[in-house]
């Protein structure tokens, strides 16, 4: 990112992405005009209305099913909506550092970003600035009736390898003298695709100030945040419960390694690639459903029903073998150490199918002698 952002000091367009580094110094003078603290934030009543967008924020953020903004409805050109957004998003923020838990940290940074990328690839008025503040340049041509934008190789190579599909391969993009083309595609226009860049930062951004600031967050002001965060945290809980749709039954059987690849995965933690070929080839090896093998990824950050059906489809049919302890131990992929599961101390454990395969012997074994 720049060290320096560009300046930007509308009052709307700052209340309209309150995450963006500029709006920091606009978002305390704010504050402080008002009289507005986080104790005010958190408890007082005039600040109701921000509390309740600053949820519905949040649910948005969790539940991300609607194409809706949540802060669609309110009117930037106000002075007071834009105090009231301003508010509204510290206040879920905190909400969010007052959880401790990277998961739902990373659910709330999927959804926001998500509507960033949303709002920031169709407008007209502060595109650029908000680009150059996440990425190093910008270029634009006009080209057959429409702007055609071009990003530094350098902040291309670095954030393409997050975001599935072929389009943001190297091979597949135009470069001239270190500037990638991103041409307008699959009904995206170039800026809409630029923008999908740039959620990649804002996304790495937002996790990364989530945790600095719950390594500054007091357990008192964690307290006065519990009831909101358990509301929150239940609802995020249920939501991956309903995102991983298996039996219970045969969901006891799962290694550690797939079932915490399927969790991370609903709760949008970018799960790297070995991570991703392991799921998509053990749904094969357990006989699920291409469909259901398939869902497993819905939660994550750069879902595309096409591109992972597609990718799924692929391991299905080249009938790839899930990757052995060794290689899921070397990718970071494997959340066991010595004696947090029995079955995984084994000497002889040396791939997640054999761990299955033990269990379903033993429930067999047991339901046998019942
Ligand atoms: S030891 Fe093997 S089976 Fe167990 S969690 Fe790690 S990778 Fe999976």
């Known amino acids: 990112m720049p060290g320096t952002p560009p300046t930007l000091t509308n009052e709307s367009a700052l209340?309209?992405?309150?995450?963006?580094?500029?709006?920091?110094?606009?978002?305390?003078?704010?504050?402080?005009?008002?009289?507005?603290?986080?104790?005010?934030?958190?408890?007082?009543?005039?600040?109701?209305?921000?509390?309740?967008?600053?949820?519905l924020r949040l649910v948005e953020s969790i539940v991300h099913k609607s194409e809706a903004d949540p802060m669609g409805t309110v009117d930037l050109a106000n002075e007071a909506s834009r105090l009231f957004s301003m508010a509204a998003y510290q206040?879920?923020?905190?909400?969010v550092c007052a959880s401790f838990d990277?998961?739902?940290?990373?659910?709330?940074?999927?959804?926001?970003?998500?509507?960033?990328?949303?709002?920031?690839?169709?407008?007209?008025?502060?595109?650029?600035?908000?680009v150059k503040t996440y990425i190093s340049s910008l270029?634009?041509?006009?080209?057959?009736?429409?702007?055609?934008?071009?990003?530094?190789?350098?902040?291309?190579l670095e954030l393409c390898p997050r975001i599935s599909g072929s389009y943001w391969r190297l091979v597949n993009r135009p470069v001239n003298d270190g500037w990638v083309t991103l041409d307008p595609a699959s009904g995206d226009t170039s800026a809409q695709r630029v923008a999908r860049l740039v959620k990649e930062r804002i996304r790495e951004?937002?996790?990364?100030r989530s945790r600095e600031s719950m390594v500054r967050m007091s357990e008192q002001l964690a307290d006065r945040l519990g009831?909101?965060?358990?509301?929150?945290?239940?609802?995020?809980?249920?939501?991956?419960?309903?995102?991983?749709?298996?039996?219970?039954?045969?969901?006891?059987?799962?290694?550690?390694?797939?079932?915490?690849?399927i969790e991370e995965l609903a709760s949008g933690v970018n799960v790297n690639h070995?991570?991703?070929?392991?799921?998509?080839?053990?749904?094969?090896?357990?006989?699920?459903?291409?469909?259901?093998?398939?869902?497993?990824?819905?939660?994550?950050?750069?879902?595309d029903p096409q591109t992972t059906s597609y990718q799924v489809g692929h391991v299905y049919e080249r009938e790839y073998t899930p990757h052995g302890c060794g290689a899921l131990k070397a990718a970071a992929r494997c959340p066991v150490g010595?004696?947090?599961?029995?079955?995984?101390?084994?000497?002889?454990?040396?791939?997640?199918?054999?761990?299955?395969?033990?269990?379903?012997?033993?429930?067999?074994?047991?339901?046998?002698?019942?």
């Not at 206040?91 to 909400?95: G, S």
């Not at 951004?205 to 990364?208: G, R």
């Not at 101390?345 to 339901?367: C, G």
């Open 139 to 156: 270029k634009a041509s006009f080209e057959n009736g429409q702007m055609i934008y071009s990003v530094p190789l350098s902040d291309f």
């Open 91 to 95: 206040y879920a923020f905190l909400v």
């Open 15 to 55: 209340a309209r992405y309150p995450f963006l580094p500029q709006a920091r110094s606009h978002m305390r003078k704010l504050f402080e005009d008002n009289a507005i603290d986080i104790d005010a934030i958190i408890e007082q009543g005039w600040l109701e209305e921000a509390r309740s967008l600053g949820r």
């Open 102 to 130: 990277d998961r739902l940290v990373s659910r709330w940074a999927e959804g926001e970003s998500s509507l960033a990328d949303k709002n920031i690839g169709i407008d007209e008025l502060y595109f650029e600035t908000i």
């Open 274 to 303: 070995v991570g991703r070929v392991f799921v998509a080839a053990m749904g094969r090896s357990m006989g699920l459903p291409l469909d259901m093998t398939c869902s497993f990824f819905e939660g994550a950050p750069d879902y």
């Open 338 to 370: 010595p004696g947090d599961d029995r079955l995984c101390d084994q000497e002889w454990l040396t791939h997640p199918l054999k761990y299955l395969r033990a269990k379903q012997r033993s429930r067999a074994k047991s339901e046998t002698v019942l």
């Open 227 to 261: 009831e909101e965060v358990t509301r929150i945290s239940e609802l995020f809980g249920s939501q991956i419960r309903s995102e991983v749709p298996i039996a219970s039954a045969t969901k006891e059987d799962w290694p550690p390694c797939f079932s915490n690849s």
């Open 205 to 208: 951004e937002l996790i990364e």
